[in-house]
T-cell receptor
Framework: EAQVTQNPRYLITVTGKKLTVTCSQN?????MSWYRQDPGLGLRQIYY???????DKGDVPEGYKVSRKEKRNFPLILESPSPNQTSLYFC????????????FGEGSRLTVL | KNQVEQSPQSLIILEGKNCTLQ??????????LRWYKQDTGRGPVSLTI?????NTKSNGRYTATLDADTKQSSLHITASQLSDSASYIC????????????FGKGTSLLVTP
């Protein structure tokens, strides 16, 4: 089954404790991206990757890092989480870059205390 | 600045009724427009993707229209069902925009018995 898998789905952590949200897709897509979704603000792009070892900033990259060492994986790293990073995070992938249909993961709800 | 505006922000309709959601955009030059359905707490799922030359596209009870001249799109839902209760998100991409997307904030639809 074609899917985008995120882990963890739910996480409560404390300020400053480094965490990683993993994202994996099994569709051999070149394009992957991360979004955060906050009430009243909609989906906002954090980072995206056009292919292995190629990443770029989206609209709200501050406080986040990403890496793309393998085609299927695109982890989101919060080096020193802060309460304003409490949000619902989505990973997505596409066969045709940003112009193609995006396949989203189920989301990761992160709370930073 | 590229923007995507959706209206109404929220909508309540009776089961079995039809409804129309609106999306206006200023994204230029236009590449494509997509509508996504997002159930509460889940990842968005693609409903339709429309390019410049397409005026109408249907997916079951969902019909999207596009007027590239006025930069407007609508999503019409026919004979609504309780399962249509969700947020509907309009996403527009521009030609040569790199890999960035422009997201609307969504319309929250509630279908009641």
């Amino acid at each position: 089954e074609a899917q985008v898998t995120q882990n963890p789905r739910y996480l409560i952590t404390v300020t400053g404790k480094k965490l990683t949200v993993t994202c994996s897709q099994n569709m051999n897509h070149e394009y992957m991206s991360w979004y955060r979704q906050d009430p009243g603000l909609g989906l906002r792009q954090i980072y995206y990757s056009m292919n292995v070892e190629v990443t770029d900033k989206g609209d709200v990259p501050e406080g986040y890092k990403v890496s793309r060492k393998e085609k299927r994986n695109f982890p989101l790293i919060l080096e020193s989480p802060s309460p304003n990073q409490t949000s619902l995070y989505f990973c997505a992938s596409s066969r045709q870059g940003a112009s193609g249909e995006l396949f989203f993961g189920e989301g990761s709800r992160l709370t930073v205390l | 600045k590229n923007q995507v505006e959706q209206s109404p922000q929220s909508l309540i309709i009776l089961e079995g009724k039809n409804c129309t959601l609106q999306c206006n955009y200023t994204v230029s030059p236009f590449s494509n427009l997509r509508w996504y359905k997002q159930d509460t707490g889940r990842g968005p799922v693609s409903l339709t993707i429309m390019t410049f030359s397409e005026n109408t596209k249907s997916n079951g009870r969902y019909t999207a229209t596009l007027d590239a001249d006025t930069k407007q799109s609508s999503l019409h839902i026919t004979a609504s069902q309780l399962s249509d209760s969700a947020s509907y998100i309009c996403v527009v991409s521009a030609v040569n925009s790199g890999y960035a997307l422009n997201f609307g904030k969504g319309t929250s639809l509630l279908v009641t018995p």
